[in-house]
């Protein structure tokens, strides 16, 4: 329970420093030259999409390793498997 209270907040305060960081920065380099808003707002909308995908494929992943790193639960379907097919047999 330790492990979340702490490292939950500690991990938002990372990304929200980052993010804050950067957005002053990318104002910064935009108030000296402007031009440079397209390309930085075109940066920003294509590093989402990519996160987007990234996270729709990493959520099918993570679920077939979950699967395949459990074997208690696989063996434990088997013998309730088989325990019906007893059951219905005899």
């Known amino acids: 329970m ?9 991990y938002l305060n990372a990304v929200l420093v980052m993010g804050i ?3 002053a920065k990318f104002v910064a380099v935009v108030v000296f030259s402007p031009v440079f808003l397209l390309p930085g707002v075109a940066a920003f909308v294509i590093g989402a999409v990519v996160g987007q995908i ?7 992943v993570k679920r077939e390793m979950s699967n395949a790193r459990s074997p ?4 434990f379907g088997a013998a309730i498997a088989g325990i019906g097919a007893y059951i219905l047999f005899t």
């Open 2 to 10: 330790i492990a979340v209270d702490s490292t939950i907040p500690d």
């Open 21 to 23: 960081s950067m957005l």
């Open 72 to 75: 208690v639960l696989s063996h």
């Open 54 to 60: 990234y996270i729709k494929a990493q959520l099918s």
